[in-house]
């Protein structure tokens, strides 16, 4: 898991803070991915970005979440208004422009573990 | 909608015998499969692919079979060895869609020394 990097590791928050849970990249890597493990289910697509544009966000929840990958520096997973439901783990992912993931697999960062109290 | 499914939620095995990981999934149109390995405490890291076209890929102690026809693959470890012990996500994905991976629930294996 080296090079991705998330932090912070643990976060928690009250019901109806905000959570701001940030991602950087693997070096050379533009394309940034977000997914959600809840308790005792498999990780779950949320939000594909690249650079200053959001490819795809069909996983996202309409309310509370947005999600943001600017020119400088890291993506930003923004949850705002917390719920029980929220706590989970969230992972990033990285890849290199133009690669499919069977030849440029994923690279996971080390997640950041949220939880509201 | 589960669209794969790793329905053995964990599996013991004694070191030096082999792991069978099994993994159904019911999208026809994924073209890719791939493996990853999860840690406690850290992100799935890939293990191993295959493509739809063929049925079977090896890299040293790890081989993934498909079954296209029954929409099965299963990850074969031999030998099993003690720091195999973790969660193995089953993944699939269909080229051109955004890249977006479908994990299954995980199996936890567990190898006894």
């Known amino acids: 898991n080296a090079g991705v990097m998330q932090n912070p590791r643990h976060l928690v928050r009250r019901r109806g803070q905000e959570a701001r849970l940030r991602c950087s990249p693997m070096?050379?890597?533009?394309?940034v991915y977000w997914y959600r493990q809840l308790p005792e289910e498999g990780l779950k697509f949320m939000v594909y970005?690249?650079?200053?544009?959001?490819?795809?966000e069909s996983g996202m929840p309409k309310e509370r979440f947005s999600a943001e990958f600017p020119k400088e520096g890291p993506s930003i997973l923004r949850i705002q208004q917390v719920v029980r439901g929220d706590s989970a783990a969230y992972f990033c992912?990285?890849?290199?422009?133009?690669?499919?993931?069977?030849?440029?697999?994923?690279?996971f960062g080390n997640g950041t573990r949220l939880t509201v109290t | 909608d589960q669209q794969v499914k790793q329905n053995s939620p964990s599996l013991s095995v004694q070191e030096g015998r082999i792991s069978i990981l099994n993994c159904d999934y019911t999208?026809?149109?994924?073209?890719?499969f791939l493996w990853y390995k999860k840690y406690p405490a850290e992100g799935p890291t890939f293990l191993i692919s295959?493509?739809?076209?063929?049925d079977k890929n090896e890299d040293g102690r790890f081989t993934v079979f498909l079954n296209k026809s029954a929409k099965h693959l299963s990850l074969h470890i031999v030998p099993s060895q003690p720091g195999d012990s973790a969660v193995y996500f089953c993944?699939?994905?269909?080229?051109?869609?955004?890249?977006?991976?479908?994990f299954g629930k995980g199996i936890t294996l567990s190898v006894r020394p």
């Open positions: 999208n026809s149109m994924f073209d890719y």
């Open positions: 070096k050379g890597h533009s394309h």
């Open positions: 970005l690249q650079k200053e544009n959001i490819i795809d």
């Open positions: 992912a990285s890849s290199q422009p133009g690669q499919s993931l069977y030849n440029s697999p994923l690279h």
């Open positions: 295959i493509s739809s076209i063929k």
């Open positions: 993944a699939a994905y269909m080229a051109g869609a955004n890249s977006k991976l479908t």
